[in-house]
T-cell receptor, first 114, second 114 residues
Framework: DTAVSQTPKYLVTQMGNDKSIKCEQN?????MYWYKQDSKKFLKIMFS???????INETVPNRFSPKSPDKAHLNLHINSLELGDSAVYFC?????????????FGPGTRLTVL | GNSVTQMEGPVTLSEEAFLTINCTYT??????LFWYVQYPGEGLQLLLK?????DKGSNKGFEATYRKETTSFHLEKGSVQVSDSAVYFC?????????????FGQGTTLQVKP
């Protein structure tokens, strides 16, 4: 059983389009995250939700909007895609979101903006 | 602010060689420290962690000790295998904010040759 799943795995789209990435976890966790990994493999936090409440919102363009319909799902919608948005996006979850907790990552979504 | 610095890669070793990947951190207070591993085409998975000073994390032959005096968390393995080829990320999670937000180092690529 997949613990943290993401769809789609690959996403190729044109500049200016709007796209969404979905994430689901079946671990019963309360906290979920979105990370962006750039072409040099550097990882940076974007957002975090705890029980559907936004708790982390890093300096991310407001073209990016996370949505958590329930605590098992965290989606990422991106408006007006730009070339610089090309990256691998990882979803992660953790039980309570505390500083000692292990995060469980999804397989990633590779977004390519042409 | 909080940050993590890892040694530059790539690191290329022969099978059964000794591995060290250096990691140092800057943080206010005493964070939790993690090593995550990313195998080709996959998401990250926890390799080991330590949540307080002098703790040693270990897993699959890898070890790292939380050294407060040198603000370090170096990863070691006595005898690497080809299957250890991956990207290794050192990360910290800040105790004071306690959101579980991970701050990553830049990653170190390890290639093990037979």
């Amino acid at each position: 059983d997949t613990a943290v799943s993401q769809t789609p795995k690959y996403l190729v789209t044109q500049m200016g389009n709007d796209k969404s990435i979905k994430c689901e976890q079946n671990l019963g966790h309360d906290t979920m995250y979105w990370y962006k990994q750039d072409s040099k493999k550097f990882l940076k936090i974007m957002f975090s939700y705890n029980n559907k409440e936004l708790i982390i919102n890093e300096t991310v363009p407001n073209r990016f909007s996370p949505k958590s319909p329930d605590k098992a799902h965290l989606n990422l919608h991106i408006n007006s895609l730009e070339l610089g948005d090309s990256a691998v996006y990882f979803c992660a979850s953790t039980s309570a979101g505390g500083y000692t907790d292990t995060q469980y990552f999804g397989p990633g979504t590779r977004l390519t903006v042409l | 602010g909080n940050s993590v610095t890892q040694m530059e890669g790539p690191v290329t070793l022969s099978e059964e060689a000794f591995l060290t990947i250096n990691c140092t951190y800057t943080a206010t207070g005493y964070p939790s420290l993690f090593w995550y591993v990313q195998y080709p085409g996959e998401g990250l998975q926890l390799l080991l962690k330590a949540t307080k000073a002098d703790d040693k994390g270990s897993n699959k032959g890898f070890e790292a000790t939380y050294r407060k005096e040198t603000t370090s968390f170096h990863l070691e393995k006595g005898s690497v295998q080809v299957s250890d080829s991956a990207v290794y990320f050192c990360a910290l999670s800040d105790r004071s904010s306690n959101t579980g937000k991970l701050i990553f180092g830049q990653g170190t690529t390890l290639q093990v040759k037979p």
